[in-house]
């Protein structure tokens, strides 16, 4: 008689362990490539595409930091960023911009890190904010000494000069207050704490203002 050939269908177990696995690859593949973007992203200038990617990176960054010091100190890292990218745009409404994000990057990093300085008597978040003035500055002063009197980037460089230098006096203020005991923050500039005058213990010193 003749030879007949039965086909066996795939069992549903199967065939669902094939669609998952299919999907999880799908998933590593585009995790991967999203990965690869946000890396690239990373050097990435005004007019790349890829530019709003890494300021929302920047931003996704401050909504998780998990302190007020760590969130200053991004702050300030991102300052230090507009500053390199300003220096790479010809364009002076967008190296004017560029500063403007900086500046206020600069103030809201300063008013984080000093204001706990002085709550916490901590030199670290001080110190942090010295050293990233002290570099901005030199940057900025290097900047404007190769640059012709009549560019109009010059007076972006000076506002932003001047605003560190405000920065310097508040924290030369919490410096001369950090380890006094009656020190403590009665409100605030953009840029920094207003403090108390401090009131050493009795017998010691003469009161430093702020």
Do not use: W
Not at 49 to 74: D, F, H, M, W
Not at 119 to 133: G, I, W
Not at 180 to 188: D, L, N, Q, T, W
């Amino acid at each position: 008689g003749a030879v007949t050939t039965t086909s066996i269908a795939p069992r549903p177990f199967a065939r669902r362990v094939r669609a998952r696995g299919a999907i999880l690859v799908g998933l590593a593949v585009g995790t991967l490539a999203i990965s690869g973007i946000a890396t690239a992203s990373g050097d990435a200038m005004p007019g790349n595409p890829l530019y709003g990617l890494k300021r929302s990176q920047e931003t996704a960054q401050l909504a998780l930091a998990g302190s007020p010091v760590n969130k200053g100190q991004l702050y300030l890292s991102f300052a230090s960023k507009r500053l390199s990218e300003a220096l790479g745009s010809a364009n002076a409404k967008q190296f004017g911009s560029l500063l403007a994000d900086m500046d206020t990057e600069t103030q809201d990093g300063a008013l984080l890190l000093l204001t706990y300085a002085i709550t916490h008597h901590d030199q670290r978040a001080l110190r942090t904010v010295v050293d990233f003035s002290a570099r901005q500055h030199t940057q900025i002063n290097g900047i404007l000494g190769d640059m012709s009197r009549d560019d109009p980037r010059r007076d972006y460089l000076l506002q932003s000069r001047t605003l560190l230098d405000k920065v310097d006096l508040r924290s030369d203020a919490v410096s001369a207050g950090i380890d006094c005991p009656g020190e403590h923050v009665i409100g605030s500039y953009p840029y920094g704490p207003i403090l108390a005058q401090c009131t050493p213990p009795t017998g010691t010193g003469t009161p430093s203002g702020p």
